[in-house]
């Protein structure tokens, strides 16, 4: 079947230091990909995607890239803020618009 | 323009007691779903409609019934609420044949005593 493993959280870092967050997936087609994230009592947002292998999605600073050898999609930030803090959801879509989402990250920024 | 909106936001239920839940979108989306969210396991599509009239079922639909009546909305029901139904709901919806972005609600958290 299809679905998204991401690794658990959750990650505590330090303002300015580099974010990593791997998210691998197994689908029987070729999906898009996705990254959301929910900020603390708010609903889902996107924040990137990438619809082709090699693509790179990128938005506010993060960036990831579609890796199909690695059937990986890793999200990946320079420079992370206190305003970073959220749960980040990697996701796919293949058919029908159906989304298939990883257990979430749970990403805090101390100041 | 409110977007996608979710009533309640939150709610507690006593085991058998039966509820709805309304997802409501001004964005003429024709797409609309609904999902719950438990810790660990991300989010899991319950039902979807990919137009007024039509539903469909998604991962976990066991327990829940959904209507769209209205193209702007999606109801989510829960006919003998039990304490497994405990979770965020989220609702979303997309246009159609976009696998672009999904629109998400701001989430219902139930709680089943």
């Known amino acids: 079947g299809n679905s998204v493993t991401q690794m658990e959280g959750p990650v505590t870092l330090s303002e300015e230091a580099f974010l990593t967050i791997n998210c691998t997936y197994t689908?029987?087609?070729?999906?898009?990909l996705f990254w959301y994230v929910q900020y603390p009592g708010e609903g889902l947002q996107l924040l990137l995607k990438?619809?082709?292998?090699?693509d790179k999605g990128s938005n506010k600073g993060f960036e990831a890239t579609y890796r199909k050898e690695t059937t990986s999609f890793h999200l990946e930030k320079g420079s992370v803020q206190v305003s970073d803090s959220a749960v980040y959801f990697c996701?796919?879509?293949?058919?029908?618009?159906?989304?298939?989402f990883g257990a979430g990250t749970i990403l805090r920024v101390k100041s | 323009n409110a977007g996608v909106t979710q009533t309640p936001k939150f709610r507690v239920l006593k085991t058998g007691q039966s509820m709805t839940l309304l997802c409501a979108q001004d964005?003429?989306?024709?797409?609309m779903y609904w999902y719950r969210q438990d810790p660990g396991m991300g989010l899991r599509l319950i039902h979807y409609?990919?137009?007024?009239?039509?539903?469909a079922k998604g991962e976990v639909p066991d327990g829940y019934n959904v209507s769209r009546l209205k193209k702007q909305n999606f109801l989510l029901g829960l006919e003998s609420a039990a304490p497994s139904q405990t979770s965020v709901y989220f609702c979303?919806?997309?246009?159609?044949?976009?696998?672009?972005?999904?629109?998400f609600g701001p989430g219902t958290r139930l709680t089943v005593l």
């Open positions: 689908a029987t087609g070729y999906p898009s």
């Open positions: 979303a919806t997309d246009r159609v044949g976009s696998v672009d972005t999904q629109y």
């Open positions: 964005m003429n989306h024709e797409y």
């Open positions: 409609s990919v137009g007024e009239g039509t539903t």
């Open positions: 990438a619809t082709k292998a090699d």
């Open positions: 996701a796919l879509a293949l058919y029908g618009n159906k989304l298939v």
